[in-house]
T-cell receptor, first 115, second 115 residues
Framework: EAQVTQNPRYLITVTGKKLTVTCSQN?????MSWYRQDPGLGLRQIYY???????DKGDVPEGYKVSRKEKRNFPLILESPSPNQTSLYFC??????????????FGEGSRLTVL | AQTVTQSQPEMSVQEAETVTLSCTYD???????LFWYKQPPSRQMILVIR??????QNATENRFSVNFQKAAKSFSLKISDSQLGDTAMYFC????????????FGGGTRLMVKP
């Protein structure tokens, strides 16, 4: 089954404690990205990657890091989480090049609370 | 930079009735894609419909159709014969033609279908 898998789905942590949200896709997609969803603001892109070892900032990258060492994985790292990073996070992937129809395939979301 | 605006934070409709969700966007681009995504209570993001800006014909997917007005930069979603399963958050999104996985989302409209 084609899917994007995120872990953990739910996490409560404290300010300053480093955490990583993993994302893996099994569709051999070139493009992967991270979004955060906040009430009234919709989804905003944090970081994106267009291929292995190629990453770039989205609209709200402050406080986050990413890496793309393998095509299927795109972890999101919060080095020192703060309460304003409490949010619902989505990983998404899509095909690159001519196969790119613009449709994103989303993970099931990770609800993060930073106390 | 592109912006997407959904002016209706919440809407409700009676089962079997028709409802229209509004979306406007601002861009200087001529080639782009527009999307409507549905997010039910399960949080999963599901693509409802896609429109390519160079196509004049409005996209249709079963009970879902759009009214795409390129000059007015308007992209509304019409849901016919509303069903209880249509209850969800709906997000309008914009993507430049060669922008990979970089979507800009609106703030969302919460739709409640009442029995």
């Amino acid at each position: 089954e084609a899917q994007v898998t995120q872990n953990p789905r739910y996490l409560i942590t404290v300010t300053g404690k480093k955490l990583t949200v993993t994302c893996s896709q099994n569709m051999n997609h070139e493009y992967m990205s991270w979004y955060r969803q906040d009430p009234g603001l919709g989804l905003r892109q944090i970081y994106y990657s267009m291929n292995v070892e190629v990453t770039d900032k989205g609209d709200v990258p402050e406080g986050y890091k990413v890496s793309r060492k393998e095509k299927r994985n795109f972890p999101l790292i919060l080095e020192s989480p703060s309460p304003n990073q409490t949010s619902l996070y989505f990983c998404a992937s899509c095909s690159g090049g001519g196969a790119n129809t613009g449709e994103l395939f989303f993970g099931e979301g990770s609800r993060l609370t930073v106390l | 930079a592109q912006t997407v605006t959904q002016s209706q934070p919440e809407m409700s409709v009676q089962e079997a009735e028709t409802v229209t969700l509004s979306c406007t966007y601002d861009t200087s681009e001529n080639n782009y894609y527009l999307f409507w995504y549905k997010q039910p209570p399960s949080r999963q993001m599901i693509l409802v419909i896609r429109q390519e800006a160079y196509k004049q014909q409005n996209a249709t997917e079963n009970r879902f159709s759009v009214n795409f007005q390129k000059a007015a930069k308007s992209f509304s979603l019409k849901i016919s014969d509303s069903q209880l399963g249509d209850t969800a958050m709906y997000f309008c999104a914009f993507r430049r033609r060669n922008a990979g996985n970089m979507l800009t989302f609106g703030g969302g409209t919460r739709l409640m279908v009442k029995p």
